[in-house]
């Protein structure tokens, strides 16, 4: 079973960007640079969650779930296997970079891949905000924070990752007609206390990374990376804004690479017991404006498919 969003890897030809970006606007502590070069950050006692591979052009690498310990790594494989789909194993060199005891990875229909461990090196009392901050993130059981997908065909995403991967729905976001006629259609998932840790969002014809969400235990440390913006020539894609369904207050920014930087406060817990979705049609009680910019461009690390791959 996945119990945490554990690290995230994209790749990017600004990934140098990242040591100043990570630090000191968005608070991160920089880890010792991957095998290949890559900017690493740390945002717990969780020895790096989020590193930034050198590449010729901004792409989504892998998401990290985290797994209770070897012997659910090795039944998760299992059950995998058992339902199609291709799983690799990973190699002495693949657990060394990733600071793992155990890992598999494998791919969603659309390529999006997916790497699942156990046993992350973490160091306690390592964390350092990379800025002044009152506190830190909140992780924890609640594992990284979350992350948000476009898949081009939601009905066929909710199934893998719901019916294979055994992601639970806390709820949908849904503005129009509903269904191929919907212009938002968005689904929310938990593995743990947080609301979510993962969201798919359909976008027909496209698959990507729309962002990353880091929440800070302050809402002071979130209006001082507002306050920051200006200094680090970073845009507002929505502005702050509160969101219905995890109640999230947050902004959202832009990154040296496209991907999409939520930066929130004050998240809901769930509890898997006496939770029931609900179907929202508007995401946000206020903010969360779109800037002109955003709406004229595609949302974060996003790719048009080939034909094929539709
Ligand atoms: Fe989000």
């Known amino acids: 079973m996945i119990q945490e969003l554990s690290y995230i890897g994209i790749g990017s030809p600004h990934a140098e960007d990242w040591r100043r970006y990570g630090t000191e606007l968005l608070g991160a502590m920089l880890a010792p640079d991957g095998p290949d070069g890559a900017v690493r950050l740390a945002v717990d006692d969780v020895d790096y969650r989020i590193a930034v591979h050198p590449a010729s052009e901004d792409e989504f690498r892998y998401a990290g779930w985290g797994v209770a310990n070897e012997t659910d790594l090795h039944a998760f494989a299992s059950h995998l296997e058992s339902r199609g789909v291709t799983v690799h194993h990973g190699d002495a060199e693949l657990l060394r970079e990733r600071q793992v005891a155990g890992l598999v990875w494998f791919e969603d229909p659309w390529g999006l891949r997916h790497e699942l461990s156990w046993g992350k090196a973490a160091t306690p009392l390592s964390f350092r905000a990379g800025r002044t901050m009152r506190g830190g993130f909140v992780t924890g059981e609640q594992g990284l924070g ?26 949908r976001v849904t503005v129009g007609a509903g269904g191929a006629d919907s212009t938002v259609d968005v689904r929310f998932y938990h593995v743990n206390g947080r609301h979510h840790s993962l969201a798919l969002a359909e976008l027909p014809g496209h698959v990507g990374f729309n962002h990353l969400m880091l929440e800070v235990e302050h809402m002071d440390d979130l209006g001082r990376l507002i306050d920051l913006l ?53 995401p946000s009680y206020w903010g969360h404006k779109r800037s002109a910019a955003a709406q004229a461009a595609l949302p974060g690390i996003v790719k048009p498919l080939a034909a094929e791959a539709r």
């Not at 939601?154 to 893998?160: T, V």
């Open 146 to 171: 979350h992350v948000v997908f476009q898949v081009p065909d939601i009905a066929r995403a909710d199934h893998f990752y719901v019916d294979v991967l055994g992601f639970r729905l806390s709820d």
């Open 230 to 282: 200006d200094e680090h020539d970073v845009e507002i894609v929505q502005s702050l804004g509160r969101h219905t369904n995890d109640l999230m207050t947050s902004v959202y920014i832009g990154s040296p690479s496209g991907l999409q930087i939520e930066y929130g406060f004050g998240g809901l817990a769930v509890d898997d017991l006496s939770w029931v979705a609900r179907t929202y049609t508007r």
